[in-house]
C-alpha cells in the first residue's frame, strides 16, 4: 500500500521558510515521481513543484526560485523547502506520488498559511 503522509505545515510570517515534508510507505519509492501540489481558498488545486525517479525537478513559475523540492530515497520522502514565503502561498499543501503504473496517490495534505 503507497501512503503519502506530510508533515511541516504551519502558520509563517511573509518573507519566513518553512520545510514541508512527505514520508510514503512502500519499498519502491526510489522508482516513483513525487509531487508538491496545493489548493487555496477558492482556488483550484494546482501543481507547485515535482521531482522525477533520477531527480530531474518542475516548478510552477509562481515558485520558482523561492521553493526548492528535493527526495531522500532512503528515507522514502521528499521535501519542499520554502522560502520567501508571501502571503498568496497560503494554501493546503499536498504530497503526491505517482508509481509505474501511472496511478497516483495522495497525502491528505498539510496547511501553511502565511501571515502579512
Known amino acids: 500500500q503507497v501512503q503519502p503522509v506530510e508533515f511541516g505545515g504551519g502558520l509563517v510570517q511573509s518573507g519566513g521558510s518553512l520545510r514541508l515534508s512527505c514520508v510514503v510507505s512502500g519499498s519502491a519509492f526510489s522508482g516513483y515521481t513525487a509531487g508538491w501540489h496545493r489548493q487555496g481558498v477558492g482556488n483550484a488545486r494546482e501543481l507547485v513543484a515535482a521531482?522525477?525517479?533520477?531527480?530531474?525537478?518542475h516548478y510552477a513559475d509562481s515558485v520558482r526560485g523561492r521553493f526548492t523540492i528535493s527526495r531522500d530515497n532512503a528515507k522514502n520522502t521528499v521535501f519542499l523547502q520554502m522560502n520567501s514565503l508571501k502571503p498568496e502561498d497560503t494554501a493546503v499543501y499536498y504530497c503526491?506520488?505517482?508509481?509505474?503504473?501511472?496511478?497516483?496517490?495522495w497525502g491528505k495534505g498539510t496547511l501553511v498559511t502565511v501571515s502579512s
Open positions: 503526491r506520488v505517482e508509481i509505474a503504473t501511472g496511478i497516483s496517490y
Open positions: 521531482i522525477t525517479r533520477d531527480g530531474s525537478t
